[in-house]
């Protein structure tokens, strides 16, 4: 029996995919339902579909699985949808109550699209995840270089607990400014805190952001703090629930969670805000593990699912981190892979507004409940689902196979009364337009990340995945004209795929804030700090690997920095070929200089040519090193690609399924139908046509074509 060496989990909004690689590097597909109460069961579910092509169980299996990563949506979810636990408590300085409504200017218009960062009148502040009668201001201050220059005003910080406590908060966090500088003041907030619950006989958690996030920026730092409490926190009793079932069924490797950086930590750590967009962080490690195997320089990822569509770059072969990332509207000082979310997907509840009579769309979905077409679920609001299975997008009788039964006209009926009615208009129409508003913000937003950063659509090459990527590409890539457009078989668990191509990793970041002057007198200062502070970080990360039981000898160490010119705003992750950088005397100079630092100089000008085409270089005002990083990684079995021998372009008659009529823009077409698993490497399907699998569907539409190469990744062409 083949062993089973690794399992990748991704659990969306809708569906729960899993992605299971044997000892050869082969790998299969797995899909249930979600189950968001009770998450492990839809990964059991999932496991079992995926062992089913195998003839194997997980009982039979498990033994052998040395690594096990979960990636998903859940946290994201919650917060888009705004269905958290507002129940927090908050304590500031005082002047600064209002700080969480008022944001930066930034977070007004960073997750709108191209245009609407444009022009200032679509600018707005998001909605305040809690509200303003549960942040409490206490004075005293402690400045930019970790002085004080206000002592706590420990009444002050007494009364402000005293007030939340009476409120009946479920959790307390503590935003003080400059206390990633000096955490004193936070920490005697913690102390009255606690004297204070002791006295009232009540014990709810204190979470500093000196402990959670010690950096600079106020408002990332604050929203951080509220959005782990809000949306993360909730999910860690899941998680921990996961890990327990899944060694009960005889799975020795721990359970770890993909982070927003690529990285895997395990759920009883500290914070879990690392980990809130793990899911689409998975669908970016599996387009960079695609470029490098394709030789693509520039790729564009799109990921849809049923509540969130996700855009991430990958440039020049790179994949660009940013340390202030917008999530749900909000920014965030951690570590990320660049990449945006928008509340868009197949779920997404369509409703008619009488006041502005038009359709309108989410925030809210339907999620694993799929729509009003799937008569089990209670749902009577109509979903983008429904729109796609009235206009013969989807099969009613083939949704996960046939697991699923959904009802057609069940689906046309509410569209008809919701939607069509109101708008005195028919309901095949309306249901395309409700498509098109969908996929008109989904190109929206494709085209703002990629014109954002001074490249056009034609630079890149697009690939879609996600369980309703097939399905909508069509729509959302109209016009953009890309290079190619990739569409891969197993795109449903695409992310679950590029969990298995992750490393077991963990990473530490240090401010450091060095100076490189354009003279290089500083450079020999630099080199002795960069080293020390990397050597730092390796000390701690080997400590996090000998927690798990882990051999520190098969850690691989790989040092970078982040650093810009001086007197920009952004900085870029430089990799460093050498863990120790050295410097020698130069008596013609009369100082210190590194070769070592010239080559990361060198290596951040090329870098920053190739990300920013339109901006210029400027070596001359010296740079500024704003942190140093550390990542230490062991390597965990890979997946391969499929390989095959190319057939004819005609496609065999056993792939076909036969027609359905299929609506597009104004009017029906006779679209051919073929079962995805059937068709073979160097098969053509010219559209109208839908292209079937179990866990996803493909519309190739009028005047599209599709081709399936020998990897059995699908390249669309208008």
Known sequence: ?????????????????????????????????????????????????????RGITLAESGESVEALVYSGTAMLNRLLEREGN???GVIVNAGFEDLLRL???LQCWIWLDYGGRLHAREHEHPEPLIPRKQIKGVRGRINFWGEELIPLYKEDARKAVRELLNKGVESICVCLLCSYMNE??????????????????????????????????????LNALIIEQYAAEPSRKQLIGIAERLKEKGVPAPLRILTTYGGTISPYHKTLIPTMVSGPIGGMIGTKFIAEKYGIKNLVSSDVGGTSFDVGLVMERYVPAKWESSLGKFILNIPMIALDSIGAGTGMYVKYNDISDRLEFGPESAGYKIGVCNEQSGVETVTMTDCSIILGYLNPDYFLGGKI???????????????????????????????????????????????????????????????????HVAGYAQDLKFQDILIPEWAPAFSAFGCACADHS??????????????????????????????????????????????????EFRPSLRMQYFGMFDDLEVQ?????????????????????????TRRYNELFEQIFRRGTTSPELGYHITKAIGTGVVPVPKPKLPEEELSNEKPDDEASKGNRDLF???????????????????????????????????????????????????????
């Open 506 to 555: 963990y990473r530490h970041e240090r401010s450091v804030d060095l100076v490189m002057t354009p003279d290089g007198g500083m450079d020999g200062f630099v080199a002795s700090m960069m080293s020390s502070t990397w050597t730092d970080l390796k000390i701690e990360i080997s400590k996090e690997f000998e927690k798990e039981g882990r051999d520190t000898s098969e850690m």
């Open 86 to 88: 507002s129940n927090i």
């Open 184 to 221: 004193s003041h936070e920490m005697q907030v913690e102390r009255i805190a606690k004297e204070v619950m002791k006295e009232m006989d009540k014990d709810v958690p204190i979470i500093l952001s000196s402990e959670h996030n010690p950096v600079r920026g106020e408002t990332p730092r």
């Open 103 to 105: 944001g930066r200017a």
């Open 405 to 471: 039964k959904l009802n057609k006209n069940r689906a046309f009926k509410y569209i008809e009364e919701q939607l069509a009615d109101p708008l005195k208009a028919d309901p095949y129409i309306t249901a395309r337009g409700a498509l098109d508003l969908i996929e008109i913000n989904m190109k929206n937003h494709l085209n703002g990340m990629i014109q954002g950063l001074g490249f056009r659509p034609e630079n890149y090459t697009l690939i879609s995945f996600g369980g309703a990527g097939p399905l």
């Open 1 to 53: 029996m083949v062993k089973i060496k690794s399992i990748a989990l991704d659990t969306g909004g809708t569906m729960t995919d899993s992605f299971i690689i044997d000892e050869t590097g082969n790998f299969t597909v797995g899909k249930a339902q979600t189950t968001p109460a009770r998450e492990s069961e839809g990964i059991l579910n999932s496991i079992a579909d995926s062992l089913h092509y």
């Open 664 to 718: 597009w823009r104004k009017s029906w077409h006779d679209a051919s139908l073929w079962e995805m698993s059937l068709l073979k490497a160097g098969n053509i399907i010219n559209g109208p046509a839908v292209i079937e699998a179990p866990a996803t569907t493909l519309v190739v539409p009028p005047g599209y074509r599709v081709k399936l190469d020998k990897h059995r990744i699908f390249h669309m062409e208008v």
């Open 576 to 600: 460093s070929p050498v863990v120790e950088l050295t410097s020698q005397y130069s008596t013609e100079k009369d100082h210190y200089v590194s070769e070592d630092l010239i080559e990361l």
